[in-house]
C-alpha cells in the first residue's frame, strides 16, 4: 500500500479504507481506519476553531465546524507547522454559500489569519526616532526615501467593519452598536509581544501596502492623496514610529 493512497483515504470519506490494512488486536481494520479518519478531520476543525475564534461566533459552533470541516477535507495541511493552517480559508468562506447571509465573513476571517501570522512574525528593532528626524528634514532626500517596515504589518481593506467588529468580540465594543456595512481598514502589527488591530483610513491603508512594496515616500504619499486630498502623512509616520513599525530608513532608495 503506497502512502498516497492512504493519504487520499485518509482525506476522503467516500473512499472504503485502504486494503492491506490490518488491527493487532483483530478488530476490523476498516472500522479502525474510519475512526482514525475522523479524529485527524476533528484535529484540523479544532486548530481552524483556535485560529478563526470570532468567525465562529459570527456563524455559531455548528455551522462553522461543518465549514471548517469541509475546507479540512479539501484543503488538508501542507506543513508541518500548524499554527499557519487555515490560509486559505478566508478565500474558501467567500465560496460557501451558506455563509453568503454575512458577507463580512471572510474578510473577518482574514483579519484573524493576519493576527496569528503578525504574532510569529521575525523580531527586527525599530528605528530611534532621532534617526526618522534626521531624515525627515532633508527635503532633497525625502520623496526618494524608502522605508522598511516590520515584518508583521499588514493591511486589510474591506467594505466591511472588520475592525469594529472583531473589537465587539473582544468586549471593547458593544456589538449592537456596530453597523457591519460601513467600510473598515485596519493595520495588523505586532508591536514588542503584543499583536494591535488598529482602524485606519483607507488612504493610510494603501500608503502602508505602497511601502510594503517597496515604493518610494513620494510615491507613496502621492498614492494615499489620490485616495484622500486629506492624508496625513506626519500623522501616519508618527503612528508606525510609535508602534516601533518602521525597521530601516533608506534615503538614497531601495535597499540593496
Not at 507547522?81 to 454575512?102: K, N, Q, R, V, W
Not at 527635503?139 to 508583521?152: K, Q, R, W
Not at 496625513?232 to 508602534?243: N, S, Y
Request: aromatic share 8%; with cysteine; hydrophobic share 55%.
Amino acid at each position: 500500500m503506497s502512502l498516497s493512497i492512504f493519504a487520499a483515504a485518509l482525506l476522503n470519506p467516500n473512499l472504503p479504507a485502504p486494503v492491506g490494512l490490518t488491527a493487532w488486536n483483530g478488530s476490523d481494520p476498516a472500522q479502525r481506519f474510519r475512526v482514525y479518519r475522523n479524529n485527524v478531520i476533528v484535529s484540523l476543525v479544532d486548530a481552524l476553531a483556535d485560529t478563526f475564534e470570532v468567525t465562529q461566533e459570527l456563524v455559531g459552533e455548528e455551522l462553522f465546524r461543518a465549514m471548517a470541516r469541509l475546507y479540512a477535507y479539501a484543503h488538508p495541511p501542507q506543513s508541518r507547522l500548524m499554527a499557519f493552517y487555515g490560509d486559505e480559508f478566508p478565500c474558501f468562506i467567500e465560496s460557501f454559500s451558506p455563509a453568503t447571509a454575512l458577507p463580512y465573513l471572510a474578510d473577518v476571517a482574514l483579519l484573524e489569519y493576519r493576527r496569528v501570522v503578525a504574532y510569529h512574525a521575525a523580531d527586527v528593532p525599530g528605528v530611534g526616532a532621532e534617526a526618522v528626524a534626521d531624515v525627515l528634514a532633508d527635503d532633497v532626500f525625502l520623496p526618494a526615501l524608502v522605508v522598511s517596515l516590520h515584518p508583521s504589518i499588514s493591511v486589510v481593506a474591506s467594505a466591511f467593519a472588520v475592525v469594529s467588529l472583531w473589537a465587539a468580540h473582544q468586549g471593547v465594543l458593544e456589538l449592537s452598536a456596530v453597523a457591519p456595512e460601513a467600510s473598515e481598514t485596519a493595520l495588523v502589527l505586532r508591536n514588542g509581544i503584543e499583536v494591535e488591530v488598529l482602524q485606519i483610513s483607507a488612504a493610510a491603508g494603501a500608503f502602508i501596502c505602497e511601502l510594503r512594496a517597496g515604493t518610494n515616500l513620494g510615491a507613496a504619499a502621492a498614492e494615499a492623496t489620490g485616495i484622500d486630498a486629506d492624508f496625513d502623512l506626519v500623522a501616519i509616520l508618527g503612528l508606525l514610529l510609535q508602534k516601533s513599525a518602521i525597521t530601516a530608513l533608506h534615503p538614497s532608495g531601495s535597499p540593496s
